[in-house]
T-cell receptor
């Protein structure tokens, strides 16, 4: 699992509430990514980070914010969850030398 | 035009046959190519990566890359029912930090 832990693994919340998903890694990788996966769309990048406090937007960043105050943690926040954000969220790290990504187990989020 | 395109399938092959999965990409600057296997309800698992034109073999898996034609393929020899999964193709550009994924091809291996 490349030392990646996502929490929570499952969450049900209501429209309009804030939600924070956590990705924790144990191997000191510089790059971390947040994706969402929906039927028919595959994996789509939300945000990524290339170091502490260094982040950039991906393809579907609207409605999401991220923070990385420590190398090991990358947080994804939905400030006001909407039903369109019901999805499976995956965190990934990038092994720079090989340019390879490994994924966490995922978080299944339902916004009612 | 999508960055990465895959035939969504489903692709069905009998046990023991060769499964062939294909992927095309749009950016000629792409340098790194990956195949992930994803079982239902699980996360993507890296099974192959390839950087140079030609073939790369790992056990029953062979990745093939043709940069001139902008396609990458995955062959699975002696397919097993346990190979039944969705296979995701991904690419990374030479100059970017982002990885682009296809929507995946569903493979079913029939015993």
């Amino acid at each position: 699992d490349a030392g990646i832990t996502q929490s929570p693994r499952h969450k049900v919340t209501e429209t309009g509430t804030p939600v924070t998903l956590r990705c924790h890694q144990t191997e000191n990788h510089r790059y971390m990514y947040w994706y969402r996966q929906d039927p028919g769309h595959g994996l789509r990048l939300i945000h990524y980070s290339y170091g502490v406090k260094d982040t950039d937007k991906g393809e579907v960043s609207d409605g999401y914010s991220v923070s990385r105050s420590k190398t090991e943690d990358f947080l994804l926040t939905l400030e006001s969850a909407t039903s369109s954000q019901t999805s499976v969220y995956f965190c990934a790290i990038r092994v720079e030398g090989l340019n390879i990504q490994y994924f966490g187990a995922g978080t299944r989020l339902s916004v009612l | 035009q999508k960055e990465v395109e895959q035939n969504s399938g489903p692709l069905s092959v009998p046990e023991g046959a060769i499964a062939s999965l294909n992927c095309t990409y749009s950016d000629r600057g792409s340098q790194s190519f990956f195949w992930y296997r994803q079982y239902s309800g699980k996360s993507p698992e890296l099974i192959m990566f390839i950087y140079s034109n030609g073939d790369k073999e790992d056990g029953r898996f062979t990745a093939q890359l043709n940069k001139a034609s902008q396609y990458v393929s995955l062959l699975i020899r002696d397919s097993q029912p346990s190979d039944s999964a969705t296979y995701l193709c991904a690419v990374n550009r030479n100059t970017g930090n982002q990885f682009y994924f296809g929507t995946g091809t569903s493979l079913t291996v029939i015993p």
